[in-house]
């Protein structure tokens, strides 16, 4: 039943965070978490009954806390709304870098804290069950990455495109899971229950790793492939390209020079054509906003 919920349960928003880390399509990462989130609201419950009518007997549906999905998903459709209202109301480039930055912080933190929770029983440890528990957990999370990667594929869609599809269809918003199972079951039961979300998380974050970052060094993302690992983790590149039609021309190829590891600048090397300031001086109708020249200047 758990793994059901899992399955079923809209795309997390650590999906979108996967998708920032890696500079994979965040636009295109936020509209799908919220369009699953909210055709959810009608799918998971019917999703669950079907499947719930077809493969047990109906005193399982009998068990089920109908309530207790009802309001996770509320929850979850809540934060979303609000994400998007903040977005809305505040457009600034430096309030989105920050915001991504404190985004991504909160990610690591509520993984490292579910890790925790869900190991503090000895009853929920995942490491004493059957070989089949492993697999069978494990398969949904796998297939629903391969069969996007062919997909996306097979449809011509845009490289960043197709990392955030894939991440999309193979993570699944655990904490929905996880609550309903601790609203579900009781004792053991509970314990048993709880192990199945943190198990698919452990592996969809495991898949997730490694799959991102060989798509990022076969160049599927928009952060380019020769920088370092700590750098492409530590730089939005999808603000800055979202950004880039706001900004002078010669100040996007003062990014780029400044972002190439082949082509380092130095305060006394620029020529007139790469700084920033001789961008304005050449141009007094450019306006080059001060944060801006601070977040990329050397100096």
């Known amino acids: 039943i758990t793994l059901l919920v899992v399955t079923t ?9 996967w998708c920032s880390m890696f500079n994979g399509d965040l636009a295109l990462s936020v509209t799908m978490t919220a369009i699953s989130t909210l ?3 009608v799918m998971m419950p019917l999703n669950l009954y079907v499947y719930s009518k077809f493969s047990f007997e109906d005193d399982i549906l009998e068990t089920l806390n109908w309530g207790s999905l009802i309001f996770a998903l509320f929850v979850v459709i809540s934060a979303i709304g609000m994400g998007l209202l903040v977005s809305a109301c505040f457009r600034e480039p430096d ?4 915001m991504n930055q404190l985004g991504n912080f909160a990610g690591v933190c509520l993984v490292v804290f579910s890790a925790i929770m869900s190991n503090a029983d000895a009853d929920a440890r995942v490491y004493d069950r059957e070989w089949q528990f492993y697999v069978g957990v494990a398969i949904p999370c796998i297939a629903g990455l391969v069969i996007a ?8 869609l845009e ?7 894939s991440i999309e269809c ?3 918003n655990v904490g929905i899971a996880t609550s309903v199972a601790l609203a579900m079951f009781d004792g053991n039961d509970q314990a048993k229950a709880v192990a199945v979300p943190f198990y698919y998380g452990s592996v ?19 952060c380019p492939k020769d920088v370092s690992f700590f750098k492409m983790l530590g730089t939005s590149y999808e603000v800055i390209h979202a950004n880039k039609g706001d900004i002078d021309p010669d100040y996007q190829a003062y990014m780029e020079h400044q972002s190439s590891p082949h082509h380092p600048v130095s305060p006394h090397s620029q020529s007139p054509h790469t700084s920033p300031r001789a961008a304005t001086d050449s141009n007094p109708n450019v306006l080059m906003p001060e944060s801006r020249y601070r977040e990329f200047s050397p100096a």
């Open 95 to 98: 309030f989105n870098l920050r």
């Open 149 to 156: 990667n062919l997909m996306t594929t097979g449809l011509g």
């Open 204 to 222: 969809e974050a495991l898949v997730l790793l490694v799959y991102c970052i060989g798509a990022w060094k076969a160049g599927w993302s928009k």
């Open 9 to 17: 349960s809209p795309g997390g928003s650590y999906s979108n965070w």
């Open 39 to 41: 055709a959810s609201t």
């Open 170 to 172: 193979c993570y699944q």
């Open 159 to 165: 490289k960043p495109e197709r990392l955030t599809v």
